[in-house]
């Protein structure tokens, strides 16, 4: 198994470009979801999905739209980038939809700039 | 709201000395705490989870709930230990099924030699 998978690895932007990063698990997770990395700021949630055609918010959503129209693929839209959404990206994914135990993976990662 | 606070951004040691990483999460319900560990180059990996009760890679912690604290203990750091470690808390979402994590900040351990 590939796990989780992100593509691409490093991207620039100029602001108000748009672009989506795509996630991928070949693991059948129910559950897959968004993070950003900000120095200082941990990681934050930012769209989330218990299965497909099911999303919802998490903790910061402005500015990124998300899809899951599989199982095994989420990726995360950019309809109009800001300097602000500059960041690492994470996608995750957990096998759980009731268990809070259970393991979440994550990708390797997305780094965004945007200028 | 349920919180995760970890009060210090570093934390710097030698090889073979003590190392505590501080956790304290703020949640009304009961908790599931996880520590998850991100080395150089390396995606972010599960560490251990309060539910196993299980030491990993020398690394422990226990749930305390009267002081609502999840401590990352070690007591002989190694310098491979050097990593970015961060506390989660697992919380029931909206729909009453599915899980969230909500991650501290962080911490950066440096164990030098």
């Known amino acids: 198994n590939a796990g989780v998978t992100q593509t691409p690895k490093f991207q620039v932007l100029k602001t108000g470009q748009s672009m989506t990063l795509q996630c991928a698990q070949d693991m059948n997770h129910e559950y897959m979801s968004w993070y950003r990395q900000d120095p200082g700021m941990g990681l934050r949630l930012i769209h989330y999905?218990?299965?497909?055609?099911?999303?919802d918010q998490g903790e910061v959503p402005n500015g990124y739209n998300v899809s899951r129209s599989t199982t095994e693929d989420f990726p995360l839209r950019l309809l109009s980038a800001a300097p602000s959404q500059t960041s690492v990206y994470f996608c995750a994914s957990s096998p759980g939809l009731v268990r809070r135990t259970d393991t979440q993976y994550f990708g390797p990662g997305t780094r965004l700039t945007v200028l | 709201a349920q919180r995760v606070t970890q009060p210090e951004k570093l934390l710097s040691v030698f090889k073979g000395a003590p190392v505590e990483l501080k956790c304290n999460y703020s949640?009304?319900?009961?908790?599931?705490l996880f520590w998850y560990v991100q080395y150089s180059r390396q995606r972010l990996q599960l560490l251990l989870r309060?539910?196993s009760r299980e030491s990993i890679k020398g690394f422990t912690a226990d749930l305390n709930k009267g002081e609502t604290s999840f401590h990352l203990k070690k007591p002989f750091a190694q310098e491979e230990d050097s990593a970015m470690y961060y506390c989660a808390l697992s919380v029931t979402g909206q729909t009453g099924a599915n899980s969230k994590l909500t991650f501290g900040k962080g911490i950066t351990l440096s164990v030098r030699p």
């Open positions: 309060h539910i």
């Open positions: 949640y009304s319900g009961s908790p599931e």
């Open positions: 999905s218990v299965g497909a055609g099911i999303t």
